[in-house]
């Protein structure tokens, strides 16, 4: 009965640019734009949304063997149950609620420059431990990613610009995998991302 589940999240729903778009990537698709809705509106619906959306681009990724991506939409789904429980009870340093702020480039140089030096180091277990078409590109989104999901539940408003360059870079990567349909929502997540900044600046 798995199985037969599992032919039929695959099978193409319809085809795009020569590129057969199947119901996982599709309803996968839908969550996540409600899940960048949320996000803006500083709604917390937003985290079991892209629990279930992170779960469906696992199974996407791996199929295609893309496994960094894989592997990163397992730590969403891990992130997606913390970021929840900081919207909820998180705190500040000085005991606060969380609310939108301004983390500062004073801030976010050292958890830059660690997710730059994290970049090659993925880049190389790809291309010499996995058969990953794409090793490079498939890094690079992995670990910034990892860096927007930690500024979001920490409701640092500097999580918009980072997704801006995740999103850009995984356009290419979606692109030369063929994904078109997971290609549209990232590249509709860029101007969504920059809604989302100016929203949580006037926040």
Known sequence: MLAALWAALLAPAF??????????????????????????????LAWPLALIASLMY????????????AALQLV??????????????????????LTVRRLGLQGLAKPALLTLAAWPLLGVFLARFTDSPLPW???FPTVASLLGQWLLARKYE???????????V?????GLK?????VIL???????????????QRA
């Open 186 to 200: 990232y590249a509709g997540f860029i101007p969504m991302s920059v809604v989302g900044w100016r929203a949580w």
């Open 76 to 97: 969403f789904a891990a992130l997606a149950v913390w970021g929840w429980w900081q919207w909820r009870f998180g705190r500040t340093r000085e005991g606060d609620v």
């Open 137 to 139: 590109w498939d890094a």
């Open 170 to 174: 995984s356009v290419v990567l979606f």
């Open 178 to 182: 063929g994904y078109w349909l997971t």
């Open 158 to 168: 500097e999580n918009w610009p980072t997704w801006i360059v995740v999103n850009t």
């Open 15 to 44: 085809t795009a640019f020569g590129s057969p778009i199947t119901w996982l990537e599709l309803a996968a698709f839908v969550l996540s734009v409600w899940m960048v809705v949320c996000n803006m509106r500083v709604n917390p």
């Open 58 to 69: 696992f199974a996407l990724f791996l199929d295609g063997k893309l496994y960094g991506e």
